[in-house]
């Protein structure tokens, strides 16, 4: 069953299944549960909180866990009450391995009477598992408890991207120059061959370069500000522009009296100063003259249907017209200099380099791309000290990625000046020539051949490295083949420097095999800068939200139903897309991507597409350093009513892709549908608590519990108001705090507001929880929100509370970021895993309270989201009161 049209339907009976499989009620209201971003800090403390609702029994089951008559099957954990698993970034790395276990014979073999039922048994027993171990070559694990081995492997893992140490560093360290050192050759090919072009021209024109600039100066940009004096308006700046007006008479009579005045005095008088002067204002009188001529004519010629005429020839966009062709030939003008600056310097540089063999200027490039990798750290999500907010950040990135630019280009042009002369000393010859020649074939050659090796884009980034680290240490504790077999077996596959094929799932096997799990959605960030359409929103979102989601339901009765189509769906700002992939080239590109590249994706968060945070500078920066994490992908979408997908890239791009691409890619000009290939990144640049999604009323979600674990050691609750602001602009829902929990004589011990969050905690505080409603507005209603919440959101956000254990608060003292330390540390111990997985679970046992154990915070919790009036008049509101 795939249905792209209907993603809400298959999401709810993927709901319906699950809840048959887990004999629950079937008609209960959605929960969802959103793990946000933050790397491997919101990751372990997200496997905290998970553990702690794997414990805790669901609403209505009795304090000990005992079953109901009948009920023998069904399970009660509060963690099985939750239909929707909402992920980014790093609330990913434990999402996955969660989701993952509820494949039947993913973990242990499948049971052939209830494959299903078995499978998510052993996934909410592998949360439950106590206490924590470690991973032993001699232990048999298909002999002990079924969560024993998975949690063992997350903990050895908290290391992920360097497990081994000092080998996965070397790994590391060589992966990073290669692919460094491949993204600079294919930069430098076409600067290689610009430069020998117009090293060559300067060579047989005997000429400097600086004339182009200045020739480009008087014949495009002088008379195109000269130009917009031409036309004077007849009345309004919406009637027509016409030449015959005293500006453009006069200036046809100055150009003419220039002319022949420039001609006498050059020609005869020999005044040549005072002729060329006379002669270069005549040229850019004429230009002026002409353009204006041009444009007036193509406004008047304009036959648009999808413009209105009279808007279109008028003076007031003739105006607008004009100084964007100024605007251009600027650029054009820049850049000329800039390149005969470059040739001309590089030449300078070369000659000081062969008098005095200073050989060792060239190591200034690589003591340049370390401070700019120090850089990186900037751009954490956590808010700069207060001295470094007062920064221009972005400016100064600009600044160093140009001086970076510069550098790279004079590097190149070195090389050119050291292959025309032979590396000997400075000489213009006809030899000189004839190399300059032989390199600039070469390079087009080069060039043509590179370009089309469009897979490049991906494979010289850093993706493929952090992807698979990530799938080794997540999925890898949910591949039951590296715990379950025999004793040879298990000491080669639980290394954790050993890969395994298994470790990663496919989309396919992932979402087309019946399971118990909850619905799964990935999201992504597809970055949008350069787009016409909605000029004025994405110059601030500067992305759209990618939601990866289930496209194949099982049917009711357990039977296995044949997935004619792909079983995942995509939607883009909610609205559902098919993809065309046939007649697709032969490339690495195109290949599906696997669930671990997924999450991967949706944990970029270091990037040249940062969504928001986008800027030329730092995608300078980081383009030209090559911390690139993103992805180019080509979604194919098919717009509504389309059959087949049509090629968007212009020529001659198209021939050039792999150039054009990097060239995007490095100037922050993402396209979206206007390009064959869309940039995708971390999900948290565009929303980072993972919640968004889940708003959708289609999705009818009644609870959602959020963990935000973004970097906010400040309790600035920034990613809260982005969610705020975005329900409010794009879904009609306004969030709002609840004030009834604050006044709840049991709730307000753990529930408090943002301002109380701000505060600093006593030792004695457990205030860890803010409870928020969601009020849907009518479109066009300037009255107030509806009575009814249409869900609530239940965010835990990390926080010393009273009561912890005494290893996390001995951690605290010794590291006062904690909870929230910087996201760049993806590199945690064993007490600072630990510390984050243990902070997660008591905060959760806390809230949920525990199986075995009368909890009355918890039946009180689930007595006031359930709007039991008893419960508001004991929390001291009135009905007019209630949320």
């Not at 929303?687 to 009323?697: D, F, K, P, V």
């Amino acid at each position: 069953m795939t249905s792209a049209d209907t993603p809400y339907l298959i999401e709810q009976q993927r709901i319906r299944f699950r809840r048959l499989s887990l004999h629950q009620q079937p008609e209960a209201a959605n929960w969802g549960l959103a793990l946000s971003g933050g790397g491997i800090r919101s990751a372990t403390f997200c496997l905290g909180v998970l553990q702690a609702m794997a414990r805790a029994p669901a609403p209505g089951t009795p304090a000990d866990g005992a079953a109901q008559p009948g009920q023998s099957a069904r399970e009660n954990s509060l963690l099985s009450r939750f239909d929707y698993l909402s992920t980014v970034s790093g609330g990913g790395y434990t999402g996955s391995f969660f989701s993952s276990l509820f494949l039947p014979g993913r973990l242990r073999p499948a049971d052939a009477q209830d494959p299903v039922g078995q499978a998510a048994r052993d996934a909410y027993q592998t949360l439950r598992y106590e206490p924590p171990g470690r991973i032993s070559t001699g232990v048999d694990y298909a002999e002990r408890p079924v969560g024993q081995g998975p949690a063992a492997w997350l903990r050895e893992n908290g290391r992920y991207l360097t497990p081994t140490g000092a080998g996965d560093m070397l790994y590391a360290l060589a992966m990073t120059w290669r692919n460094w050192l491949s993204l600079h050759a294919m930069l430098g090919l076409p600067i290689l061959l610009v430069l020998s072009l117009l090293s060559l021209f300067q060579v047989l024109s005997h000429s400097s370069l600086l004339l182009w600039p200045l020739m480009a100066a008087l014949l495009f940009a002088l008379p195109c500000a000269v130009a917009y004096w031409l036309v004077i308006p007849r009345g309004d700046l919406d009637q027509p522009p016409q030449l015959a007006n005293a500006a453009y008479r006069s200036l046809l009579a100055i150009v003419a009296g220039l002319w022949l005045a420039g001609g006498l005095a050059y020609g005869v008088a020999q005044w040549q100063a005072a002729g060329g002067l006379a002669l270069a204002g005549a040229l850019i009188g004429s230009n002026a003259l002409l353009i204006t001529r041009r444009l007036v004519r193509s406004l008047a010629n304009n036959r648009d249907p999808g413009k209105d005429s009279r808007c279109q020839n008028c003076v007031r966009n003739y105006r607008v017209q004009i100084t964007r062709a100024l605007g251009r030939a600027m650029v054009a003008v820049t850049g000329l200099a800039f390149l005969a600056l470059l040739v001309s310097g590089a030449q300078l540089l070369y000659g000081y380099l062969q008098a005095y063999r200073a050989l060792g200027a060239m190591a200034l490039l690589v003591g340049v791309l370390w401070l700019v990798r120090r850089l990186v750290l900037l751009k954490d999500e956590k808010p700069l000290p207060g001295w470094m907010r007062k920064l221009p950040l972005d400016v100064l990135a600009l600044i160093a990625g140009g001086l970076l630019l510069t550098l790279l280009c004079l590097c190149w042009a070195l090389l050119v000046q050291w292959v025309a002369h032979d590396g000997g000393v400075v000489a213009y010859d006809s030899a000189a020539a004839w190399r300059l020649l032989a390199l600039s074939l070469l390079a087009a050659l080069l060039v043509c051949a590179s370009g089309r090796f469009i897979g490049f884009l991906n494979t010289s980034s850093l993706q493929a490295f952090y992807s698979a680290r990530l799938t080794r240490a997540y999925l890898g504790a949910s591949n039951g083949r590296r715990f379950n077999g025999p004793a040879q077996q298990r000491r080669t596959y639980l290394s954790v420097a050993e890969p395994m094929s298994s470790d990663d799932l496919s989309l396919q096997q992932y979402y087309a095999t019946p399971s118990a799990g909850p619905v799964h959605l990935i999201n992504i960030t597809m970055n949008l800068t350069v787009d016409p359409a909605e000029q004025l929103v994405q110059r601030d979102r500067k992305g759209q939200p990618l939601c990866i989601a289930p496209n194949w339901a099982p049917a009711l009765d357990g039977t296995c139903m044949p997935c004619d189509g792909p079983a995942e769906g995509y939607t883009l700002d909610g609205k559902p897309y098919r993809r065309d992939l046939r007649q697709a080239p032969a490339s690495e590109i195109m290949l599906p991507l696997s669930l671990g590249q997924w999450i991967g994706v949706s944990g970029a968060a270091f990037s040249t597409g940062l969504g928001r945070a986008t800027s030329l500078g730092m995608s300078l920066v980081l383009g030209l350093a090559n911390i690139r994490l993103g992805i180019w992908w080509p979604s194919r979408f098919l717009d509504p009513g389309q059959q087949h997908w049509v090629r968007q890239d212009l020529k001659p791009w198209t021939y050039y892709s792999t150039q054009a691409y990097l060239f995007y890619e490095l100037t922050a000009r993402f396209h979206g549908y206007r390009r064959d290939y869309q940039y995708l990144s971390d999900g948290g640049h565009f929303e980072n608590t993972a919640t968004y999604e889940l708003l959708r009323r289609d999705r009818q979600v009644r609870l959602i519990v959020t963990c935000d674990s973004g970097c906010d050691p400040d309790y600035r609750f920034d990613d809260l108001a982005n969610l705020v602001r975005l329900a409010r602009i794009d879904q009609a829902l306004e969030i709002r705090e609840d004030p009834g929990v604050l006044q709840h004589p049991q709730l307000k011990a753990l529930f408090a507001s943002q301002e109380e969050f701000r505060q600093p905690a006593t030792t004695a505080s457990r205030q860890c929880a803010l409870l928020l409603n969601v009020h849907a507005r009518a479109a066009g209603c300037e009255a107030g929100m509806a009575a009814q919440p249409h869900c609530r959101i239940l965010v835990l956000k990390p926080r010393l509370i009273a009561r912890l254990a005494p290893d996390v608060l001995n951690y605290a003292r010794n590291n006062p970021g904690f909870p929230h330390q910087s996201t760049v540390d993806q590199f945690f111990d064993e007490a600072q895993f630990e510390s984050y997985r243990q902070l997660g679970l008591e905060m959760g046992q806390a809230l949920f309270g525990q199986s075995g154990q009368a909890n009355e915070m918890a039946e009180a919790l689930w007595r006031y989201l359930d709007g039991n009036e008893s419960e508001r008049e004991t929390a001291g509101l009135s009905a007019a009161d209630a949320p």
